[in-house]
C-alpha cells in the first residue's frame, strides 16, 4: 500500500511571495505522481504529474513539482503566487491493484491562502 | 465537452431514506471512480469501474453502500437507510485509463442527511 502525506494542513503567504506544499510518500513500486487543485466548491483539477524523467515537472499556472526519490518527495513550488491560487491542493499517488487496474490515493490536503 | 457532471448537487435526505448520485463521465473514457470527502477523513477512495465493469470497490462501506455502471455513460451511487455519518461531499471522477492518466472530476455532490 503506498501512501502520501501532506504535512502543512494550513499555509498562508502574501500575493506575489513564493510558496512550497510539501508532499511524502511511501514507496512500493512504480512511482506515479500528482497534484491536484480545489477551488471552494468545486471539484479537483489536475496541475501536473512525475512518472518517469526529468525529476521537476512544470504544470498549469506557474506551478512546479519536484521528485526527489532519496527524500521521498514531490513537493509543490509557484514562485510567484496569485490571490486566485488560494485552494487546497491534494498530493496524490498512484496505487496498483492488479494488472492495469488502478486509483489514486490522496493526501489530507494543505489550504493555500493568499493574502492581498 | 462539458466535463464530469454530477447530479443533483445538493441533496437532503432524513435518517432512514435512500439516496442515490448520478455521475455522467466524460464521453470516451473508460474508467470511472467514486471518492467520499469529509473535513476529518479528507478525499477516501470508494469504487472503480473499467469500461462498465466493477474493478475495486474496496472502499465501499459493505453495508448499505451500492454502485452500478449499467452504461457507459453513466454511474449511480445508491445509500440505503442514510445515515448522520454519511453526510459528505461524492465526487465521481473519470479517465481515459492509459497508463499515465488523469483524472477528471465532477463538481461533486453535497449529501446531507438530517
Known amino acids: 500500500t503506498q501512501t502520501v502525506s501532506q504535512s502543512d494542513a494550513h499555509v498562508t503567504v502574501f500575493e506575489g511571495d513564493s510558496v512550497e506544499l510539501r508532499c511524502n510518500y511511501s514507496y512500493g513500486g512504480s512511482i506515479y505522481l500528482s497534484w491536484y487543485i480545489q477551488h471552494h466548491g468545486h471539484g479537483l483539477q489536475f496541475l501536473l504529474k512525475y512518472y518517469s524523467g526529468n525529476p521537476v515537472v512544470q504544470g498549469v499556472n506557474g506551478f512546479e513539482a519536484e521528485f526527489s526519490k532519496s527524500d521521498s518527495s514531490f513537493h509543490l513550488r509557484k514562485a510567484s503566487v496569485h490571490w486566485s491560487d488560494s485552494a487546497v491542493y491534494f498530493c496524490a499517488v498512484k496505487e496498483y491493484s492488479g494488472g492495469s487496474n488502478y486509483k489514486l490515493t490522496f493526501g489530507k490536503g494543505t489550504l493555500l491562502t493568499v493574502t492581498p | 465537452n462539458a466535463g464530469v457532471i454530477q447530479t443533483p448537487r445538493h441533496k437532503v435526505t432524513g435518517k432512514g431514506q435512500e439516496a442515490t448520485l448520478w455521475c455522467e463521465p466524460i464521453s470516451g473514457h473508460s474508467a470511472v471512480f467514486w471518492y467520499r470527502q469529509t473535513i476529518v477523513q479528507g478525499l477516501e477512495f470508494l469504487t472503480y469501474f473499467r469500461n462498465q465493469a466493477p474493478i475495486d470497490d474496496s472502499g465501499m462501506p459493505k453495508e448499505r453502500f451500492s454502485a452500478q455502471m449499467p452504461n457507459q455513460s453513466h454511474s449511480t451511487l445508491k445509500i440505503q437507510s442514510t445515515q448522520p455519518q454519511d453526510s459528505a461531499v461524492y465526487l465521481c471522477?473519470?479517465?481515459?485509463?492509459?497508463?499515465?492518466?488523469?483524472?477528471?472530476f465532477g463538481a461533486g455532490t453535497r449529501l446531507s442527511v438530517l
Open positions: 471522477a473519470s479517465s481515459l485509463d492509459s497508463s499515465q492518466n488523469t483524472l477528471y
